[in-house]
């Protein structure tokens, strides 16, 4: 069950009690990957979709210096409106407790606290991986998933990374990727795919998978990606002409580390007149659905 230095909110601590259905929300993506009032209103529909299959959700990030799943309404509008909330990976944990700081958690960070809550699945937009200019800017998800063991529903990889690297960083971890109704690796919002990843046709297979994983002793997480929408997706003639302004962008003002991948998305949106901000919305919300099916079939 949880550990005696996090708050846990007292419908999801007696779900898990109980046995029944819960999905961890990551809290970076409201403070720093999408735009007000986008941000909320998009973590809102998340945790309603959540609902709506019967499980409960439990969005999570440090709340001046306390680690807390599942957030109240006006918690999380203050991740979502509050100056200076810090971006925390799992490495930034010990800091932001030590030094009572608001961090919004990103995919290792949340991967922790809800193994720590004792939360199975965690439903997000895309993990991250590795980066297309630099052999060591390698994000801190992929080994968390090594070693976590957290079902982890996503579109992929965010399209701004070298992903076929990123696909061979997981099997080199022993990470199994599942591709939710493809045989590929999906590439975020951008239409396509790359690699090739097990495929599963439900949620109950899902969790069979993940279940035998974790049984087998696996020892970390599993990746479940599912493709975003036809619909809202970008063609990627379209997004790497935008990309490659958005990192011209980035070099010439300087950003680097963990503001570039803010950067970019926000510069993206602008440069593809809101495109991948719709395509943003849109499967993260269609991640967290299918995030619940899946934890209900784990039951």
Known sequence: MDANWLVVADE?????????????????????GLPWPANLETARESEAAIR??????????????VPTVGLTAAQLEEIATREGVWKASRRDLAAAVALKKHAATTVS????????????????GGIGGAHRESDFDISADLTELARTPVLVVCSGAKSILDLPRTLEILETYAVPV???????????????????????ESPAEAAAVFAAHVRMGGGGGAVLAQPCPEAVAISAEEF???????????????????????????RLAELTQGKTLAANRTLIVNNATLAAQVAKELL
Not at 12 to 32: K, M, N, Q, Y
Not at 53 to 63: C, D, E, F, M, S
Not at 242 to 259: C, V
Request: zero cysteines; hydrophobic letters at 50%; a negative charge.
């Open 178 to 200: 599942l591709g939710y109704q493809t045989e590929q690796f999906p590439t975020f919002y951008t239409a396509g795919a790359v690699g090739a990843v097990a495929r599963v």
């Open 12 to 32: 999801v601590r007696a779900a898990v009690a109980d046995g029944r259905p819960v999905v961890a929300l990551e809290s970076t993506l409201i403070a720093h």
């Open 240 to 266: 790497n002409l935008a990309l490659n302004e958005a990192e011209i962008d980035a070099t010439a003002e300087g950003i680097a580390g963990p503001q570039l991948t803010p950067f970019l998305l926000s």
């Open 52 to 65: 709506e299959q019967g499980a409960v959700p439990a969005t999570i990030a440090v709340l001046g210096g």
């Open 109 to 124: 960070a949340t991967m922790a606290l809800a193994r720590a809550a004792g939360i199975r699945v965690f439903a997000t």
